[in-house]
């Protein structure tokens, strides 16, 4: 490739393969040695901390939270999620766009119990439900260790083959039919975003 040159399509697709690659080999090392589980810990931990944050009501009826009351390094990511949106006053937040903001935890909680594609490329559900919140993703029972798990956004979904593919690549086998709201009941934050419409399942 020439300095100063655009690429061909073929040095793209090499690119890709690498860069594929290469996250492959950066995930596996991280499976091993140990640091997913500290970044658990700790996105567990922050998950516990903003659930109890204390709900305000304001004199017209609005709810809201104060940003004061969150440790932090909490509170630095909640304005930076917030940033650009109104405000109920200065230091505040919105209850909704917080519900949203622990949505999020959740969902990064969720995502580090998961194993690498490498050590899992394919997994079975059973207990279903497809949920929607910004994205749209599964939760269900995890045939193997019988955990409730939530994937990455769904990327195709065979329903002859009841077959799911995710952002991950990695596919889903589901078992009987979806799976009513018990599901979502497992998830720490999830009731409280079902009950404001911000999150929606498909029974």
Same mark, same amino acid.
């Not at 040095?11 to 658990?40: C, H, P, T, Y």
């Not at 998950?47 to 709900?55: D, F, G, I, S, Y």
């Not at 939270?65 to 969150?70: E, K, Q, T």
């Not at 935890?105 to 497809?130: D, F, G, M, T, Y």
């Given at each position: 490739?020439?300095?100063?040159?655009?690429?061909?399509?073929?040095?793209?697709?090499?690119?890709?393969?690498?860069?594929?690659?290469?996250?492959?080999?950066?995930?596996?090392?991280?499976?091993?040695?140990?640091?997913?589980?500290?970044?658990?810990?700790?996105?567990? %931990?922050?998950?516990?901390?903003?659930?109890?944050?204390?709900? /305000?009501? @304001?004199?017209? +009826?609005?709810?809201?939270?104060? !940003? &004061?009351?969150?440790?932090?390094?909490?509170?630095?990511?909640?304005?930076?999620?917030?940033?650009?949106?109104? %405000?109920?006053?200065?230091?505040?937040?919105?209850?909704?766009? /917080?519900? @949203?903001?622990? +949505?999020?935890?959740?969902?990064? !909680? &969720?995502?580090?119990?998961?194993?690498?594609?490498a050590?899992?490329?394919?997994?079975?559900?059973?207990?279903?439900?497809?949920?929607?919140?910004?994205?749209?993703?599964?939760?269900?029972?995890?045939g193997?260790?019988?955990?409730?798990?939530?994937?990455?956004?769904?990327?195709?979904?065979?329903?002859?083959?009841?077959?799911?593919?995710?952002?991950?690549?990695?596919?889903?086998?589901?078992?009987?039919?979806?799976?009513?709201?018990?599901v979502?009941?497992?998830?720490?934050?999830?009731?409280?975003?079902?009950?404001?419409?911000?999150?929606?399942?498909?029974?």
């Amino acid at each position: 490739m020439s300095e100063g040159q655009p690429l061909t399509p073929q040095e793209i697709d090499s690119l890709r393969r690498e860069m594929k690659e290469a996250e492959v080999l950066m995930r596996a090392e991280f499976a091993k040695s140990g640091m997913r589980q500290m970044f658990l810990d700790q996105a567990i %931990a922050d998950l516990e901390m903003a659930r109890t944050a204390p709900v /305000y009501t @304001s004199e017209n +009826g609005t709810r809201f939270i104060r !940003v &004061a009351d969150l440790p932090d390094g909490l509170a630095g990511r909640l304005l930076a999620f917030t940033r650009g949106s109104a %405000a109920p006053g200065q230091g505040c937040v919105y209850l909704t766009d /917080y519900l @949203s903001f622990v +949505g999020v935890l959740a969902k990064e !909680v &969720a995502r580090l119990s998961i194993p690498s594609i490498a050590e899992q490329p394919e997994c079975v559900l059973s207990r279903w439900n497809v949920v929607t919140f910004g994205e749209t993703f599964l939760i269900g029972v995890e045939g193997a260790s019988g955990r409730t798990r939530t994937t990455s956004a769904m990327q195709s979904f065979d329903m002859e083959t009841m077959v799911v593919v995710t952002r991950s690549g990695r596919r889903y086998h589901l078992q009987g039919a979806p799976y009513r709201e018990e599901v979502v009941e497992a998830r720490q934050g999830w009731p409280e975003l079902r009950d404001a419409g911000l999150l929606r399942t498909w029974v």
